[in-house]
């Protein structure tokens, strides 16, 4: 839910996120490397603005695939 503040609807955001990620679970953690030993270091002072721990969810390479699904 945008809350009303995105540029377009939530339903075409859920509609572009389902196209563009593979939503299984197993493909969650490969595609965000959950299995990587970083939590320790997550849980002592979380991961806002911390480059150097390099999680995936952080990443925004798939911006332009997103964005794609909107010139349709």
Known sequence: DSFGTGKYGDDALAKAVETVFDLRPT???????????????LASYGHMGREELGVEW?????????????QK
Do not use: G, H, S, V
């Open 27 to 41: 493909a969650i953690i490969k595609q965000l490397d959950l299995r990587k030993p970083i939590y320790r270091k």
């Open 58 to 70: 952080e990443k925004t390479n798939r911006t332009q695939e997103l964005l794609a699904c909107f």
